[in-house]
């Protein structure tokens, strides 16, 4: 069974920077394409970033400009890296399958807190 395990998020200050990492254990990583989605209280959850297998990435208008994501094959691990954070960038971070019509098991999630 897929597990995923997100990590990195913490508290930051508005204009700082976070890096999440994604480990997905269980499944043929390499040939997938991921994404990492985000969710806001009282707010549906939303893709902010995705990657194919062959490394071609995709950002929400929201990211574009200062989030990057890329992936390790061999470390079976996709990343978010987060530059000039905003307030509004406060949410939840998860990562899962982008564009296969269904998704992996949830994890947990990583919270990224910005403060003003």
């Known amino acids: 069974q897929v597990q995923l395990v997100e990590s990195g998020g913490g508290l930051v200050q508005a204009g700082g920077s976070l890096r999440l990492s994604c480990l997905v254990s269980g499944s043929t990583f390499r040939l997938k394409s991921m994404g990492w989605y985000r969710q806001a209280p009282g707010k549906q959850r939303e893709l902010v970033a995705s990657i194919s297998s062959g490394g071609s990435t995709n950002y929400a208008d929201s990211a574009k400009g200062r989030f990057t994501i890329s992936r390790d094959n061999a470390k079976n691990t996709v990343y978010l890296q987060m530059n000039s954070l905003k307030v509004e960038d406060t949410a939840v971070y998860h990562c899962?399958?982008?564009?296969?019509?269904?998704?992996?098991?949830w994890g947990q999630g990583t919270q990224v807190t910005v403060s003003s």
């Open positions: 899962n399958l982008y564009g296969a019509g269904y998704s992996w098991p």
